[in-house]
């Protein structure tokens, strides 16, 4: 700076300039109004402009605005739209987080059923530690149907044929009503299944008649007391629906496993309160844990229960894995009781639409190929692996997504954020804010109006086609004639500079029975962690052994 400004800014600080501009703008548009009658514009512009830095340097809140009146706005409005900025003119199509360019892109082409092939060779670095790629074989098989399903529940009265590919827990109040629409109607179209959520089933989940899985959290919303708790005669009301195709307890998801949470009373609609059976207008709160039971054997018998409630439909629990031993108690129950659950989901924890503490969001939760790895292996290990159908959920969006967690032991796999895609989400991240650009997630009636309903349900039915219709396109070039077919062994990763292994010599898999043999001391224990926590499990506590 030269000295001559350097001393100006000493005597009169520069960035009280704008402001003193303003001053004189405003004065010299009053004079200029007054000699002439015209100007009248310029002087309200300079007061208006003087009056706004007036009131910055009054104002206490803002250290920024203090110091810099009127032009240190211009520091708010960029951080709001920082965002955006990064987004659309900085960031490379792989490098964001959560979700990169070229993931977003990928859901929107195949949602809008438009090209989604790519020229020039792939922009991944393939010789970075990570990379990760199928094996093809010389002998592809030809599949005439991208319709892969698997059935859950099969010794069930009522069992369920699903799709592998289906819309993950999102509850109405989360999502608009114009979201939970569109969603329906592209799984009624689509023939997949579409989770409520915690938030049970509301008036707009009914309205396509599209085929639903019934989350039930800590909150039994949709078959709650009036004291808060477990209510048989609302849970069978509910489950008696035709829609209703699966029974899901929530343990813990993928966003804020251990964490409960609460929606303010005035978030609570009318609409809202009667999907959840709360009063309107008062906090709904749902508790960290459950108040239906307490321990493992508690847990399946509450399995038990509604499944004879709904009348033989399948039923099964959700959880992001936290202590093993507590993953070992259920098991152990299992063995104890002779009850299991029909299926199983693991939400890993770089899953979640939900918003939570950054804590949580960061380092809380078991990630999904670890949670997954640990439930396959250890029902394997125990002979029950034939009767439980494992679904995976955490950050699936792709055909390859969809490989790589069946190669682990998923039967099925769900998406929250990839259809949040479909629907038009940005990734902009208000979420929490009810100010969502694209009406997804805000109950503003103004806003969700941009959703329009009939053509996000077509999209939401593309995306889905066209995923497994990429899905069918990877399993015929492995050779194969089923998703459910891929194996570890199918799965090749750079572990180090020139080092590639297989996902099967990477990762421990067990044989049938091998941890039933372990218990029984017949043979070493498969690994560390079952040697370290599965003498602290209990069937009649999640607390380990003292």
Known sequence: MPAWLDALNRHLPLRYL???????????????????????????????????????LQQRRH??????????????????????????????????????????????????????????????????????????SLVPTHIDSHDFRVTIGSDRAQPYSASVFNISAMSFGALSANAILALNGGARRGGF????????????????????????????????????????????????????RLIEIKLSQGAKPGHGGVLPGPKVTPEIAAARGVPVGVDCVS?????????????????ERLRSLSGGKPTGFKLCIGHPWEWFAICQAMQASGIVPDFIVVDGAEGGTGAAPLEFTDHVGTPLQEGLLLVHNTLVGLGLRER???GASGK????????????LGADFCNSARGFMFALGCIQAQTC????????????????????????????????????????????????????????????????????????????RFLAPGELLDAIAD?????????????????????????
């Open 522 to 546: 017949r043979v070493p224990w498969p690994h560390k962690v079952y040697e370290t926590y599965w003498p602290l499990a209990r069937p009649d506590s999640f607390a380990p052994r003292a």
């Open 388 to 390: 439980i159908r494992l």
């Open 18 to 56: 704008t402001l003193i501009a303003l001053a004189c703008t405003a004065l010299l548009g009053a004079f200029v109004w007054i000699a002439t009658g015209e100007g009248a514009w310029l002087a309200l512009l300079g007061a208006a402009g003087a009056a706004l830095g007036w009131r910055d």
């Open 287 to 303: 508790p960290a844990a459950h108040s239906a039971f307490s321990t493992p054997l508690e847990l399946l018998q509450f399995v």
């Open 193 to 244: 299944m579409h989770d409520t959520g915690e938030g049970s089933i509301s008036v707009h989940h009914r309205v396509n008649g599209g085929d639903l899985v019934w989350e039930i959290g800590s909150g039994y919303f949709g078959c709650r007391g009036d004291d808060g708790r477990f209510s048989e005669e609302r849970f069978v009301a509910n489950a008696a629906s035709p829609q209703v």
């Open 63 to 136: 250290a920024v605005l203090r110091n810099y009146p009127v032009i240190g706005h211009l520091r708010f409005l960029l951080e709001f739209i920082r965002p955006e900025i990064r987004q659309y003119f900085i960031e490379s199509d792989n490098e964001a987080a959560p979700f990169s360019r070229q993931q977003r892109s990928l859901v929107y082409q195949r949602a809008k059923g438009q090209p989604d092939k790519r020229p020039f060779g792939t922009q991944l670095d393939v010789h970075h530690q990570g990379y990760e790629w199928i094996n093809h």
């Open 432 to 507: 929490h804010s009810g100010e969502c650009p694209t009406g997804v997630t805000t109950q503003d009636p103004w806003r969700q109006r941009a959703l329009v309903v009939p053509d996000k349900t077509e999209r939401v039915a593309q995306f889905h086609a066209n995923t497994l219709h990429a899905l069918k396109e990877l399993v015929q070039a492995a050779g194969l004639r089923h998703p459910g077919e891929i194996r570890a062994s199918h799965i090749v990763r750079r572990v180090d500079g020139d080092q590639v292994r297989l996902l099967a010599n990477q990762l």
């Open 396 to 407: 699936i969006v792709s055909a390859f997504d969809i490989a790589r967690a069946m190669a």
